[in-house]
């Protein structure tokens, strides 16, 4: 699907810049896509992912999101 390979690029453009606070939220939203089209499994792959991800990032992916 467009918004799967879209999702996907946009995350390996921000994982390389190091926007932090980006990077989980597409996480989530390629979650959420694979949870929409029946796949669970890698859905909760892209979840855990992104919660991995928040508390990595924990306070300063916060801060990034609020200067924005």
């Known amino acids: 699907p467009n918004a799967l390979s879209s999702f996907q690029r946009s995350l390996a453009i921000r994982e ?3 926007v932090r606070y980006a990077v989980a939220k ?3 939203s390629i979650g959420l896509v ?3 089209m029946g796949d669970k499994e890698r ?3 892209y979840f855990e992912r992104s919660i991995m ?3 990595k990032f924990g306070n300063d ?3 990034e999101e609020s200067q924005c």
Do not use: F, I, M, V
């Open 16 to 18: 390389k810049a190091g």
């Open 26 to 28: 597409n996480l989530d």
């Open 34 to 36: 694979y949870l929409k």
């Open 43 to 45: 859905a909760l792959e």
């Open 53 to 55: 991800a928040r508390e």
């Open 61 to 63: 992916a916060d801060e």
